[in-house]
């Protein structure tokens, strides 16, 4: 059962676009990472968030903590075809084990 | 610095057999945890290993289990397999239960 709800679950778009995705959950996170995984590749872990309204900024993309620790989304700006995968979002628990969304696959076309 | 490392990368079986997959962690690390990715899905939690102790566990059936051994590294065997455990098995390290875990690029597991 997946207690994260992401989406949307499938987005192409063209090279230069902006996007967001979501990640949602009916009970609060104690801390909430997002990674991004590449065809054939394991998940690579892009960013961990834990205090409510926490914006943080990997180059191009950025990342926000809802104030209630309910929510998240990643922005993606001028998206280029490298930016193409699977984006995770992953819960972590007071027992430490992470619970997954199903994830957004993003497609950027040149 | 090595990162994760998986063994083998793919592994065909059939109903009914064994299979023994297995994990190195990342150089310093000593938590090793598993997670079965079906396709179009996230991963799934199976198990946490830490000081050679299954620590945490998902929702999955005995015919799961795993071991740690001293130098961290870690197996994930299943039994009796059915059709439904074809998938992704991924293996993540980290230092102590609670840190960010390293993912390695898995083994995919395919039953016939």
């Known amino acids: 059962t997946q207690l994260l709800e992401q989406s949307p679950q499938f987005l192409s778009i063209q090279e230069g676009e902006n996007l967001t995705v979501y990640c949602n959950s009916s009970s609060v996170f104690s801390s909430l990472q997002w990674y991004r995984q590449e065809p054939g590749e394991g998940p690579v872990l892009l960013v961990t968030?834990?205090?409510?309204?926490e914006v943080k900024k990997l180059k191009r993309l950025t990342f926000q903590f809802g104030d209630a620790r309910k929510d998240s989304s990643l922005h993606i700006t001028a998206a280029q075809p490298g930016d193409t995968g699977l984006y995770l979002c992953g819960r972590g628990g007071s027992n430490y084990k992470l619970t997954f969304g199903k994830g957004t696959l993003l497609t950027v076309n040149p | 610095d090595a990162g994760v490392t998986q063994s083998p990368t793919h592994l065909i079986k059939t109903r009914g057999q064994q299979v023994t997959l297995r994990c190195s962690p990342k150089?310093?690390?000593?938590?090793v945890s598993w997670y079965q990715q079906a396709l179009g899905q996230g991963p799934q939690f199976i198990f946490q290993y830490y000081e050679e102790e299954e620590r945490q566990r998902g929702n999955f059936p005995d015919r799961f289990s795993g071991h740690q051994f001293p130098n961290y590294s870690s197996e994930l065997n299943v039994n009796a397999l059915l059709l439904g455990d074809s998938a992704l098995y991924l293996c993540?390290?980290?230092?102590?239960?609670?840190?960010?875990?390293?993912f390695g690029d898995g083994t995919r597991l395919s039953i016939l």
């Open positions: 968030v834990v205090t409510g309204g």
């Open positions: 150089s310093g690390h000593d938590t």
């Open positions: 993540a390290s980290s230092l102590g239960p609670g840190g960010p875990q390293h």
